[in-house]
């Protein structure tokens, strides 16, 4: 019995808020196709509910065992405009309730997969499915959309990206929270297990277990007991060897709940992920690297150091790494942002600036409702660019509040948290919006 | 053998291992190992247990523990040993 080893554990999950964020089932859809969009929805209620029907009892019986908090228990699926090219747009609910009921049916917390890749065109089920989204992302409450509107390989589809400025605009008119389940991708990933951005790939196999592992308490927790005269050196080995063991622990149990379900393990996705909750936050660890306020000068070298050290130490403690790795800066969901928002050091700007260096994008920013659809689609493109330039992934998850001024707090509630309404730059980009066509592929992603 | 972790942080005080034994015994789950410390200044008492030969379901043992813990004015959390393992493992 290694006592230290056993107190370091019990420390993590009791007073550092160490869970595993979330163990998400990947569920191909593509054999629920059918040119009768009714059928197709009682095919993909039938499935979801038949495969998916033990996930929440077992993850919660490993939890209990093993005495690790699951935080969420979630489903992804095959991106669904590939299987409703011919449903018309306005029969898209169709498809959207099916997949909301069946997630609630087994009791997961989300279903991810409303999603469409257009980063190099559209087909007509990717069409149906945007024009569906004011829809859809109003009406449902536990389904999450995302669009890919730029890749490294394929460019920037600048008409896509316009739309979805427009379309964010008309679901924050109907119900500003619908725009927490939506995300705009350039690079998204195939495999990745976190919210509002996950589906099922098409390269993927039937069905994997995914694990998103999370733990920014317990990262801020061992920086803070090293001396501040300690060398940046030791403020990497140390939070590599942290990420080597929450790594650790989401293998194991990801594999354990795998084995139990009878489903393959998919992937960890190393990501350093806060909730609301003090001591569990992103801000506090850059805080706690030697920063007075997080979005201050220093603060992109500092994510950059934290955001390669955790893949660094995770790595080797898993067998397959995916999904996003890295980490995550949701301004609502991290109590340390809201306060650098609030006061001003932290805006979009210097958020922006973070993008280029950690594995997401603008996520969870709340700005003014009066905010033009071209300024929306702008912010897109910026991130866009920056993902399809650096070869890596990044994201917009924007909340247009109406009425709301800068400075105003809107609460969403649960691990969305509260969002601080943030300023956008007033002088308008709706000339470079309205050109349309595709922004090409960077010359260096010509690499045959 | 199927191991179980059972920790005990609070307030010393006379009884807690002699209780938490006695609903052990009544289980039949066999103590291998026991030993404490100080954590941030409190007390802690971990003891190893094999449950393999266990009457009663991890859970209704786990909730029992809990219950107990509650009594005394303790915390008391059962784990399966192979988390402890898995961490440190290279």
Same mark, same amino acid.
């Given at each position: 019995?290694e006592?230290s080893q ?9 007073d ?10 990947g ?5 629920c ?13 039938e499935k ?10 077992i ?10 908090p ?14 409703v ?13 099916a ?7 087994v ?8 999603? *469409?890749?257009v ?40 008409d896509?990206v316009?739309?979805m ?23 998204? @990933? ?6 509002a951005g ?18 920014p ?11 501040e ?6 403020l ?5 060897k942290?990420?080597?063991k929450?790594t ?18 998919g992937?960890v996705?190393?990501s350093l ?16 690297m ?12 500092a ?11 995770? @790595?080797?403690a ?11 800066i ?12 609030r006061?001003k ?10 993008? *280029?260096?950690?594995s @997401? ?9 009066e905010?033009?659809s071209t300024?929306?689609a ?5 991130e866009? *660019? ?7 992934t990044?994201a917009v ?7 709301g001024?800068?400075?105003d707090?809107?609460s969403?509630?649960?691990?969305l948290?509260?969002?601080?309404i ?6 308008k980009?709706?000339v470079?919006i ?8 960077p ?6 | 053998m ?11 005080k ?28 409190m007390?802690?008492?971990m003891?190893l ?9 991890f ?6 523990l809990i ?5 005394l ?8 040993e192979e ?7 290279i």
């Amino acid at each position: 019995m290694e006592k230290s080893q056993i107190i370091e554990t019990i420390r993590m999950v009791r007073d550092e808020h160490l869970d595993i964020r979330t163990i998400t089932l990947g569920l191909s859809l593509l054999d629920c196709v059918s040119d009768d969009p009714k059928k197709a929805a009682s095919n993909i209620y039938e499935k979801i509910t038949h495969k998916a029907q033990n996930i929440v009892q077992i993850s919660q019986n490993v939890e209990e065992e093993y005495g690790i908090p699951i935080t969420n228990k979630r489903i992804s699926v095959t991106p669904i405009s590939l299987l409703v090219g011919k449903t018309p747009s306005e029969e898209m609910i169709i498809y959207a309730q099916a997949l909301d009921r069946a997630g609630k049916a087994v009791g997961v917390d989300f279903i991810g997969g409303y999603s *469409a890749l257009v980063q190099k065109g559209m087909t007509n089920g990717d069409k149906n499915l945007i024009a569906s989204l004011p829809q859809v992302l109003t009406e449902t409450n536990i389904l999450n959309a995302s669009v890919n509107i730029g890749s490294t390989k394929a460019g920037i589809n600048l008409d896509a990206v316009s739309w979805m400025g427009k379309t964010i605009k008309r679901i924050s008119k109907i119900k500003a929270e619908g725009n927490a389940k939506l995300v705009v991708f350039a690079n998204a @990933v195939e495999d990745n297990p976190f919210m509002a951005g996950a589906f099922h790939g098409i390269s993927e196999g039937e069905n994997f277990i995914n694990i998103g592992i999370s733990g920014p308490g317990v990262v801020k927790s061992a920086i803070k007991r090293l001396p501040e005269t300690a060398s940046i050196d030791q403020l990497c080995q140390t939070i590599k060897k942290t990420a080597f063991k929450i790594t650790r622990l989401g293998q194991f149990i990801g594999s354990e709940t795998a084995k139990r379900l009878g489903y393959p393990f998919g992937i960890v996705d190393l990501s350093l992920a806060p909730t609301p909750a003090r001591g569990d936050s992103i801000a506090e660890v850059l805080e706690a690297m030697g920063l007075e306020k997080v979005g201050t000068h220093g603060t992109t070298a500092a994510l950059m150091m934290l955001n390669d050290a955790v893949k660094k130490g995770g @790595v080797m403690a898993s067998l397959r790494v995916g999904g996003l790795s890295g980490a995550f800066i949701p301004v609502s969901e991290d109590a340390g942002m809201i306060d650098s928002a609030r006061d001003k050091t932290l805006n979009i700007d210097k958020l922006e600036a973070m993008t *280029a260096v950690c594995s @997401v994008g603008l996520d969870m920013v709340a700005v003014p409702g009066e905010i033009p659809s071209t300024t929306i689609a702008a912010i897109i493109a910026d991130e866009a *660019a920056i993902g399809v330039q650096n070869n890596k992934t990044t994201a917009v998850r924007i909340l247009p509040i109406p009425g709301g001024k800068v400075g105003d707090t809107y609460s969403l509630g649960g691990l969305l948290g509260n969002a601080l309404i943030m300023p956008y730059h007033q002088a308008k980009s709706d000339v470079l919006i309205k050109r349309g066509g595709f922004i090409p592929a960077p010359i260096h992603s010509f690499k045959n | 053998m199927i191991k179980i972790v059972i920790t005990v942080i609070g307030k010393d005080k006379p009884g807690i291992i002699y209780k938490i034994s006695q609903e052990l015994a009544k289980s039949k789950v066999n103590i291998l190992d026991v030993s404490q410390t100080i954590m941030q200044e409190m007390f802690t008492m971990m003891m190893l247990a094999d449950i393999s030969h266990t009457s009663v379901e991890f859970l209704y043992l786990k909730q029992n523990l809990i219950a107990i813990g509650k009594d005394l004015g303790v915390q008391i959390n059962v784990q399966r040993e192979e988390i402890f393992n898995e961490m440190a493992k290279i």
